[in-house]
């Protein structure tokens, strides 16, 4: 008799930049997933990939959704794609894991949580970061209440001139070009604000107001510039959490790197150095209440505070060209929950969540400001 737990059958949709962050990061997951396949519009690029990793290559899309094998499909295709290619596998009676967004406007990505909900299926968006080792320590310092409540949440996105810095020359393990032109027109908050915005979400409850500010500021990008492009590549917001806490969010390809997450309490506050990082520090920081201890926060700030990481329990393998993030960690997750006949965490209302306020952060012109977002998000129940 075998007793091996059966794997979750994956396919993946699209094998770009972003495939290869995902590959490099299965190994970790091996007793949670079974990679069944690969299907791309780009045949010499399919072939390659393929190659590269043993595995097998469907021959068309409508081969993929054919196989009964494949439980879930891992939309990696470009944004423009997410919608149309998450909506064909729900129709197929496939559950969707799709990288960000979840859709480029609203009403689809709300159309898509909706027809997964009507046909028994989990539709989940990455970034899956919040699941991870620091987010989880962060959130297991707020909830001790160990420096007392938490009143106010700020998060940097910052990237640098990214069109400075030779992104020209980017690849991935395969090969595959950063795709320069998606990343722009779809924009860096679009792109990258999930990433806080999972954190708040999850440690604070849904947002009730979003006040933001957006604009392009450096329309020139260099050789990969969109045509027509007026995508912002800064954005400011003001949030609003079911909670009471307020938060302020900044995302640009502007300002030079900074990714902090602060989380400010009556007694002190917590801070991890760069949410794109599992293990980053992770501090509690007290208050500082005397002259002195002004004075030593003023020298020494998120260093002179108690270290919350914990030893990892196993081995993570991480990307070797990409940030050390796991980034098959979702689709894991994602698997272990719909075995156990249980929504996984990022499921649905909280990823179409995710979407509504990234998109008004990104479009206060359109959305207005404030703006009160319409979706609310399932409480998130911790890892651990």
């Known amino acids: 008799m075998n007793d091996t737990p059966r794997r979750t059958g994956i396919a993946f949709v699209g094998c770009g930049f972003v495939s290869d962050l995902y590959m490099e990061t299965l190994p970790n997951w091996t007793d949670v997933l079974e990679h069944l396949g690969v299907?791309?519009?780009?045949?010499?690029?399919?072939e390659h990939f393929t190659r590269t990793y043993d595995l097998h290559a469907f021959t068309s899309f409508e081969d993929l959704l054919a196989n009964p094998a494949v439980e879930i499909v891992v939309n990696l295709t470009n944004p423009s794609q997410h919608y149309a290619i998450s909506k064909a596998a729900l129709e197929a009676g496939k559950h969707?894991?799709?990288e960000k967004p979840l859709a480029m406007e609203l009403d689809q990505a709300e159309e898509l949580v909706a027809l997964a909900a009507?046909?028994?299926?989990?539709v989940v968006s990455a970034p899956s970061s919040v699941l991870g080792d620091a987010a989880q320590r962060l959130w297991e310092g707020v909830r001790s209440g160990q420096l007392g409540a938490p009143r106010l949440v700020y998060a940097e996105i910052d990237d640098g001139m990214v069109h400075r810095i030779g992104y020209e020359t980017w690849q991935s393990v395969t090969g595959a070009y950063w795709p320069a032109k998606d990343e722009f027109s779809v924009g860096c908050?679009?792109?990258h604000a999930g990433y806080a915005l999972t954190w708040m979400v999850a440690m604070f409850g849904s947002v009730t107001e979003v006040t933001s500010v957006a604009a392009l500021l450096i329309p020139q990008k260099g050789p990969h510039t969109p045509d027509n492009y007026v995508t912002p590549d800064f954005s400011c917001a003001l949030l609003k959490f079911e909670s009471g806490v307020v938060g302020r969010l900044t995302n640009s390809i502007i300002a030079p790197?900074?990714?902090h997450f602060r989380v400010f309490c009556d007694e002190g506050h917590f801070f991890a150095k760069e949410i794109w990082d599992f293990g980053t520090p992770v501090k509690s920081v007290p208050l500082a209440t005397s002259r002195l201890a002004r004075q030593?926060?003023?020298r020494l700030g998120w260093e002179a505070g108690r270290n919350l990481n914990k030893t990892p329990t196993r081995k993570v393998i991480y990307s070797k060209r990409g940030h050390p993030m796991d980034f098959a960690l979702g689709p894991a997750e994602m698997a272990q929950a719909i075995k156990v006949g249980q929504a996984p965490r990022l499921a649905g209302d909280f990823s179409l969540h995710i979407t509504e306020v990234s998109l008004a952060i990104q479009y206060p012109e359109v959305y207005g400001t404030p703006y009160e977002p319409r979706s609310r998000s399932q409480a998130i129940i911790p890892m651990s």
Do not use: F, M, N
């Open 296 to 298: 030593l926060e003023k």
């Open 39 to 46: 299907w791309d519009i780009d045949a010499a690029r399919l």
């Open 189 to 191: 908050t679009l792109e």
């Open 96 to 98: 969707v894991y799709s």
């Open 257 to 259: 790197h900074d990714h």
């Open 118 to 122: 009507e046909r028994g299926l989990q």
